[in-house]
Structure formats: structure tokens, C-alpha cells
RNA sequence: GCGCCCAUAGCCCAAUUGGAUAGAGCAACGGACUACGAAUCCGUAGGCUAGAGGUUCGAGUCCUCUUGGGCGCACCA
């Protein structure tokens, strides 16, 4: 890349002059200001900080010592405190234009991930109900992360985990049982705190037309297997509907099939962090930050949450994964620390594990806030959002803003298929250039690569440096675990691609040029097509 | 009471991780289709970055406090 090249050149000019630094200091940045080049660097006011010296007087001295290969840095200058500034020649941009040509589908790839092996966990609901908007955002988010993590060269698994024990699945298979007494004739007691919803019902129906009306409370775990192989089906599809595909599903009563709670347990008790008190068994999270001890085995001899999650990480390091990312709901933020803090207490490196937590999402309708309670079973589902706005559309605006920023949904907006709306915006950037490179084969053009150097025009060069913002761009979405600044990037991309298509035609009598506006469509439509594939949005032919 | 996240244009949000004159979209106003898709484009207007201090060459970004909002603080997950 090109700023390995200048880097290099100002670490020689810097040794040149008898002050030697860091690599590690020089960094790069484009300057908002067009005026300012097509890369700044603020080596010089970071040095003289250090050095206590003069900022412009050192830049000088690098400036004075770099030897710039001229056909590709037009010229370097100093401004404002001290910053020196690079704008690249014309040639540069059409050599890494070409470049964007013949990389098409891999432009934007890198290889920086090395093969490691990283996992993302994400959605990991429960399997007693349909997935909810707020599962919708993390579904996004965690598919999205993954997506940029391949595209950096990890190896990447997405993962899926479940708690099929424990007090939520035994209240699950209840609200089964008590619906079937009541298809029964019987008046029962409904508990508040358990499933509510309609789909508790028909489950009941259907254990009731499979096994008769023998059944009894005795027969919990049938009424339990048959709500989650119900549930989870649902769940599948809804995320196939969502094109999210699981590698690895992974269900906490395996943990306790394979001794890993009991080991877990006794590896935290050796290393003195636990205790026994009231007959539950405490973790001595005190001694990490927290507030107060936690229980993992309550009085009753049932395991908390905490137990199987720790057991459960501990996996993933025995797995081999060099990156763990945990996307979570805020709901879930103090779930972790414990888990974090028992993990390297067990000598885990836990700082391999990174917890992304997301803030709510708020569904709009008519301006007006639509109201969404799980307990009451009246919230929008996932299933129902697609339904209304189509998977496309809920997966871009999942994605447009930074997780940790609430989301606010508009339906209104994502089912407008109008100028308003960012995912259309988007989508018809490159159905349009499909259309205009098929209006150029039915007139006959002869595609063969053109001068790329005929593309002079300002909106022609404001295209290019655009897209060859894109593979840095992929790059720091992937390592600071972003994909919003996908979706930002693509919007502008498709805005200045527009805004070139209105000022200059591309198909004209003048064949040259033609070809080589063709080939900067080209180049457009695979920048849009590899940001859309980013985010698992589709990138239409037609719309 | 304690912890995490947030506050930027009328609305919804960006801002290259501490950089130079804070930017898009929507809404408002004014323009552009007898040629490649007007689901588009061009222009105008809109800001004391919630408030107060601090750190430094430089702060929307970092630190402290205040105000306002979301989410947590179980022998639920």
C-alpha cells in the first residue's frame, strides 16, 4: 500500500537526519480537506512533543530528506502546526484502479486476520419463544462481524449458544403442561412468570395429538423436547430468512454430559475462589472489581447461569480460538465480568474475548413508538418485521448505526421505496450501473479495458479516490468490530457515483472514452457489490 | 445508592479513534428529464457538539463534576 511506501520514506529521511523514530508513530490519515492531499501525516507535531523541539523545523528535515518517486507523489507540503501532506499523482489512482478491475469480487480482501481462528457468538436466545427485533439487531450485527472478519482472513465460526437446562427450559415445559390441561378442559392457574405467548399453545396441540391426553406433569421432558425442537425450528428459519447461517450450535446440558461444569467447578474451588454459605457455592467475584460474591450452584443444587457460561468459555479457548467476540443485548452487560474474571483466574488469556454490547432498538410507526414487552408476548417478532420490510431492508438498518447508539427503526421509512430510504438509495446505485453496462452492449460498444487515464473530470477522480478508500475502509470496520461504517461509506460512495453519472455521460460516439467510463462503472458497481455482500444485503440486478 | 451506554442542525445520524473550516440524509425553500433508470442530481438555509471546569500545539472525541435519557445491579438468562 501506499503508505508502507511513504512510511518508509520518512523513517529514511528521519535516519538521514540523525533522529531516528519509532515505526510505530508514523500514522496516516486523509485529510477532510481535499486541499490538504490525499494523505497527512502528524509525524512531525508527535515527534517534536517527544522531542521538545520545533514541529515545522522537523518536517522540514523530512520533507528535505524523503526521495518521493515523482509518478506517483505529485507533491508533498507542510501546513498549519506542522502536518506534511501528500497528494498523489494521477497515475497512482489509474495503477490501483486497474488493480480494483482485476481484483473484482476480492477487492477490499486482506489478509491481515493471518488464518487466526476467530469466533463470533451471537443471537444465543432461548429456545422458548420467536426471536424479537432486539434479536434481529444482534443477528445483523454478529453475521455482519463475521462477514468483515473473513473478508480480513480469519477463520471464522459463527456460533450459536443455548441453555436447554436450567429453570428457564423446567418453566418452559410447564407453560407447555398447563396448556395442555387447560385443551383438556381443565381450569388451570397460569403463573405470570412464565411463557405467555400464543405459540405455547399450539405446541400443547401438538403433544396432545401425538400422544393422547394421558400426559402428566411426570412427563416434563417430553413436553420440554417438544417446545424446543418447535421453537428452534422457528428460529432456524426466521435466520435463514435473514440468510444467517449457524456453523456451531452449542447447548449448555452438553457441558454437563461431558464433565465440564464439574471440572469447571472444582478448577475455581483449587484456586481458592469459591466458598460454601446459606447451602449455595460462591464465586468471590469481590475479589475482581464486583460489588458482591455471586452464587453459582444455588442451595438447591441447581447450577446459575454462571457456572455453565464460564464451563462454556473455557471451551472456547480449548478450542483453539485466538478471537472470541461475545455480542450481547445490553440487558446481558453484567453477565460477563464474572465470566471474564473466573477465566483468567483459570489462566485463560481472557483478553482474547471481546463483548460487544448493543443498545435496544425502538420500532417506529406513524412517528409513533410501537411498544414491545416480551412478557406479555404482544412484541413485534422478527419473523413479523420481514414480513412488513423485507430482509434486505431490516438487515441494512440494523446495521447503519454504531451498536452502542439505540436504534431507532422507522417502518415507515424501510418499506418507502423512494429517495428516503438509505437501503434503496443504495441498491439502485448498482442496478443502475448494471443497466448502463447493458445499454452499452446493446449499442454495440466493443468492452475492451480503456485508457483509464482519460478519466480526468473532477467527478471521475473523486470517484476513484473514493473507491480506493474501500479495502482500508473494510480493514478498520473488521478491527474496530464496525460494520456501521459500512453502510456510511456505501451512502456516500453511491452519492458521488450519482452525482458523476448526471455531470458526464458514458456511453458516446468517442469509444475510448467510453470504455473507459465503463470500466470506472465497473469498478463502482463492485465496490457497492462487495460493501452490500458486507452487510448480506443483495445487490440487485433490477429493481 | 452503584455500574455500563448515550446526548452533535427542526428530525434521524456520521465524523478516519486527539487533527486543520464538524458532515450526509430527511423535513423546508429554489432549480434540472424529447439521450445510458428522476428510486436520481444541483443549489439555498440550518450548529456555543446538553452545561461547567480541566489536560495540550490542537478536544465532538480524553479526565472530573452537573443535568437529562436507556439498560443493568437475583440462589432469572
Redesign the pocket.
Known amino acids: 500500500m501506499i503508505q508502507d511506501y511513504l512510511k518508509s520514506e520518512i523513517l529514511k529521511a528521519l535516519e538521514k537526519a540523525g533522529t531516528p523514530a519509532d515505526p510505530a508513530l508514523v500514522?496516516?490519515?486523509?485529510?477532510?480537506?481535499a486541499?490538504?492531499?490525499d494523505w497527512?501525516t502528524?509525524i512531525a507535531?508527535?515527534l517534536?512533543?517527544q522531542r521538545k523541539g520545533n514541529?515545522r523545523q522537523l518536517a522540514e528535515a523530512i520533507v528535505a530528506g524523503m526521495e518521493l518517486d515523482p509518478d506517483l507523489v505529485e507533491k508533498t507540503e507542510i501546513?498549519?502546526?506542522?502536518?506534511?501532506?501528500f497528494h498523489l499523482s494521477q497515475n497512482w489512482l489509474y495503477k490501483e484502479l486497474e488493480n480494483l478491475l482485476a481484483s473484482g469480487s476480492t477487492y477490499g480482501n486482506s489478509q491481515i486476520g493471518n488464518g487466526k481462528k476467530a469466533q463470533v457468538e451471537f443471537v444465543?436466545s432461548?429456545p422458548t419463544g420467536p426471536l424479537t427485533v432486539g434479536h434481529g439487531r444482534q443477528a445483523a450485527i454478529g453475521d455482519a462481524l463475521a462477514r468483515l472478519l473473513s473478508s480480513c482472513g480469519y477463520a471464522v465460526t459463527r456460533e450459536y449458544y443455548f441453555?436447554d437446562a436450567?429453570?428457564?427450559m423446567k418453566?418452559l415445559a410447564m407453560s407447555v403442561f398447563l396448556r395442555y390441561r387447560e385443551l383438556l378442559g381443565n381450569k388451570v392457574d397460569f403463573p405470570e412468570d412464565h411463557y405467555q405467548g400464543e405459540y405455547i399453545r399450539d405446541i400443547a396441540a401438538q403433544c396432545r395429538s401425538r400422544k393422547g391426553d394421558g400426559l402428566t406433569e411426570a412427563d416434563s421432558e417430553f413436553f420440554k423436547q417438544a417446545a424446543i425442537a418447535v421453537i428452534f425450528e422457528e428460529i432456524k428459519r426466521t435466520l435463514a430468512r435473514m440468510g444467517i447461517a449457524f456453523d456451531v450450535f452449542y447447548n449448555?446440558s452438553s457441558l454437563y454430559a461431558d464433565g465440564a461444569i464439574e471440572r469447571t467447578k472444582q478448577a475455581l474451588a483449587a484456586q481458592g475462589l469459591t466458598y460454601q454459605?446459606?447451602?449455595?457455592l460462591w464465586f468471590k467475584a469481590t475479589q475482581f472489581g464486583a460489588?458482591?460474591d455471586?452464587?453459582l450452584v444455588?442451595?438447591?443444587g441447581?447450577?446459575?447461569?454462571?457456572l455453565?457460561?464460564i464451563a462454556y468459555h473455557a471451551t472456547k479457548f480449548d478450542r483453539g480460538f485466538d478471537l472470541v467476540l461475545d455480542v450481547f443485548?445490553?440487558?446481558?452487560?453484567?453477565?460477563y465480568p464474572d465470566v471474564l474474571a473466573a477465566l483468567g483466574a483459570l489462566g485463560y488469556d481472557a483478553s482474547r474475548v471481546e463483548v460487544k454490547?448493543h443498545?435496544?432498538v425502538?420500532l417506529l410507526r406513524g412517528g409513533e413508538q410501537v411498544k414491545m414487552s416480551t412478557r406479555k408476548a404482544n412484541y413485534v417478532t422478527l419473523d413479523e418485521l420481514i414480513d412488513e420490510v423485507g430482509a434486505d431492508a431490516a438487515r441494512y438498518f440494523f446495521l447503519?448505526?454504531?451498536m452502542?447508539?439505540?436504534?431507532?427503526f422507522?417502518l415507515d421509512?424501510a418499506t418507502k421505496?423512494?429517495?428516503?430510504?438509505?437501503v434503496?438509495?443504495v441498491?439502485?446505485?448498482h442496478?443502475?450501473i448494471?443497466?448502463?453496462l447493458?445499454?452499452?452492449a446493446e449499442k454495440g460498444v466493443a468492452r475492451a479495458r480503456g485508457e483509464l487515464a482519460l478519466l480526468k473530470e473532477p467527478e471521475e477522480v473523486a470517484l476513484i479516490k473514493a473507491l480506493l478508500e474501500f479495502p482500508?475502509l473494510v480493514q478498520?470496520a473488521a478491527?474496530?468490530r464496525?460494520p456501521?461504517?459500512i453502510p456510511?461509506y456505501l451512502?456516500?460512495l453511491?452519492?458521488i457515483f450519482?452525482?458523476f453519472?448526471?455531470?458526464?455521460?458514458?456511453?458516446?460516439e468517442d469509444a475510448k472514452l467510453?470504455n473507459a467510463?465503463l470500466d470506472l462503472c465497473d469498478a463502482a458497481r463492485t465496490v457497492v457489490a462487495n460493501g452490500l455482500n458486507l452487510l448480506g444485503v443483495s445487490a440487485?440486478?433490477?429493481?
Request: charged share 30%.
Open positions: 500514522g496516516f490519515e486523509r485529510p477532510k480537506q486541499a490538504h492531499g497527512s502528524n507535531m508527535a517534536a512533543k514541529p501546513a498549519g502546526p506542522g502536518f506534511i501532506n444465543s432461548n441453555n436450567g429453570l428457564q418453566k449448555e454459605q446459606d447451602g449455595a460489588e458482591k455471586r452464587v444455588r442451595s438447591s441447581e447450577p446459575t447461569y454462571r455453565p457460561d443485548g445490553s440487558d446481558h452487560q453484567a453477565t454490547i443498545q435496544f425502538t447503519m448505526r454504531r452502542e447508539s439505540h436504534l431507532d422507522d421509512l421505496q423512494s429517495d428516503e430510504n438509505p434503496y438509495y441498491q439502485y446505485a442496478a443502475r448494471r443497466s448502463i447493458a445499454h452499452a482500508e478498520g478491527a474496530a464496525e456501521h461504517r456510511t451512502q456516500e453511491a452519492g450519482h452525482a453519472y448526471h455531470k458526464h455521460r458514458v456511453v458516446t467510453s467510463r440487485p440486478e433490477k429493481m
